[in-house]
């Protein structure tokens, strides 16, 4: 008996070092990160006491602000484009016979497990078959293209959970086609809307792969320039502006996992 | 005669190579209370859904008041439908929920107001205006799907199985809503059940159904007493159903012995189906009675006995409110006019 009550306090022990080092080596990078974003010191990684100047500096500096501009101009734009079109897709897969919903939400999965490489390049060797100039308007698309399987896969969920006798009981009560979708799907699938939308917009912003090869020479989100940075001047050319940058879309993601997290909850709770 | 305001006329509808319906052909009477009976999968609901526009016939004509609406959309009917899981919305309150058709046909706001707290008063939801959906109970929910369809004051109201998901005391005081209200709005009621007893109790017509095909159509009293074949006899209410021989108009024989009955227009010695309901046999002295047998088993059923007796090897089911103890040997009577004779189904 005491034998045992020992091996398990032994368990136990190593299941928390375990444990530990896992969080460590999951979030000590971040915290590095967000450690330098306050560290008030341009060059190295001593500490030279505590500063918000680079948070500052982010909005103030011109040197990133285009970069900044262009990532949540994209980031919003591409989110808003492709949840609508992602809605409307889900819900038209959503209604077809099961053998053709199948395939189609096959077609659909492909993007989502394909490398990011491979998109990037066959995006843009397809932009450049149909001369199209690199830059904002096939970011834009490339965005929209990478972010909308995730928006259906977030929908159709939704859908399925649904009564499908309530878009008819909407029919049925006076409205139209278009009108039953409106006022009685929509709002009954709103969650899977909003949770598609946030991923959607997470993806965008934090995206470096495909941006880099769907962007060309000028046009610059924030990790391709970083990326372009580093490539000319080495680390030392990283500005405690980077990091302060990286902490703000990090915190930001936070967010909105726990919003997503705490609505999903709050939804099982009340079903 | 009150006006035919719904025809079906050779509907035919399928899913697939299934066919759920085949050459479908009835009425149904303005103001009249007419269930649909029939075991699962035998057609019924999807013959409401063709009334209510969410299905299109393949072949035939549904005609409304004298047109033909095959082709309208739903919202373009003058029907509203009740469905089976009441289909209310999530994300509306009660009153939201009542006041869904009336808003979108544009009627003041005034009016809406009034209409939707008359109706909830008439399905006894008076104060619940506010309440979520989800916090009401199964029944609470029926009576807010039937307001928010009899709200709109339709023609025709669609019930699909409405009952089914209460419980048996709940069941019964909503079957006699049901019906009350039918009287007072004066709204066609189309009901969809495989729930005999409901169907008995609350329709003007019935219109027995199996795979797709009108097996009778008539009053409770028609189909419970005069069944057509042995299919609506063993559906309605429990038979006790014979191989007989017709020997000549008012004579049958059935169990190896001639009775007396009213049945007449048969075939000389044609075989026919013979039912007999449990509670028209009556017990009778064995030395006197035709059909001798033993009580095998005994069953407390609260204002009967249900009392199974054996004769020659088959049981025979009798619902009494006199006792007997098993083994006892008894005789059963059965007047001619409890004896239903039916012609054989070819098939």
Known sequence: MKKRLLRNRYLKAIGGILTGITFVSLYLPIIMILILSINDSSRGYAWEGLTFKWYLRLFTDDIMREPIVNTVSIAILSTIISTILGTIFAIGIHSLEKKHRIRMMIMNNVPVVNPDIVTGISLMIIFSILSFTLGFGTVLIAHIFFSLPYVVLNVIPKLKRLDPNLYEAALDLGCSRFGGVWRVVLPNISTGILTGALIAFTMSIDDFVITYFTSGNEYMNVSTWLYAALAREGRSSLTPVAYAYNTIIFLMTIVIIVFVNLKKERKERTA | ?347
Do not use: W
């Not at chain 2, 169990?255 to 028209?280: L, S, T, W, Y």
């Open chain 2, 1 to 347: 005669m009150s006006k035919k305001l719904i025809e079906l006329r050779h509907i035919t509808k399928r899913f697939g190579d299934l066919t759920v319906l085949d050459d479908f052909n009835f009425y149904i009477n303005e103001n009249e209370f007419i269930t649909l009976l029939g075991p699962s999968g035998c057609g019924k609901t999807t013959c409401l859904r063709l009334i209510g526009g969410f299905e299109t016939p393949d072949a035939g004509e549904i005609v409304f008041d004298g047109k033909v609406i095959n082709d309208l959309e739903p919202n373009q009917r003058l029907i509203n439908t009740c469905f089976q899981k009441y289909a209310l919305f999530p994300h509306l309150d009660v009153f939201d929920n009542v006041a869904f058709g009336l808003k979108l046909k544009k009627i003041a706001k005034e009016e809406i107001t009034a209409r939707v707290k008359a109706t909830l008063k008439l399905v006894k939801l008076e104060g619940f205006e506010k309440r979520s959906i989800t916090t009401l109970s199964g029944g609470q929910q029926q009576r807010v799907a039937i307001a928010r369809a009899i709200v709109n004051r339709p023609k025709v109201l669609l019930l699909d199985e409405p009952l089914g998901a209460l419980d048996l005391k709940l069941r019964q005081e909503m079957q006699y809503e049901l019906k009350e209200m039918q009287k007072t709005l004066g709204i066609t009621f189309v009901y969809v059940t495989h729930d005999q007893e409901e169907a008995l109790t609350m329709s003007d017509t019935i219109v027995i159904m199996n795979e797709g095909e009108i097996l009778q159509i008539g009053t409770p009293e028609d189909i419970y007493n005069e069944p057509k074949n042995r299919f609506v006899a063993n559906f309605i209410g429990e038979s006790n159903i014979f191989d007989g021989i017709m020997h000549e108009d008012y004579t049958v024989e059935f169990c190896g012995k001639k009775f007396a009955c009213v049945d007449k227009g048969f075939a000389e010695n044609e075989p026919v189906d013979v039912v007999i309901r449990p509670e028209d046999f009556d017990f009778a002295p064995p030395s006197k009675a035709k059909i001798v047998g033993v009580v095998d088993s005994l069953t407390f059923k609260g204002v009967h006995y249900e009392i199974n007796v054996l004769v020659s090897g088959r049981e025979y089911t009798i619902h009494t409110t006199k006792y007997r103890e098993i083994g006892d040997r008894v005789g059963l009577a059965v007047d001619p006019q409890n004896i239903h004779v039916m012609k054989k189904e070819h098939r």
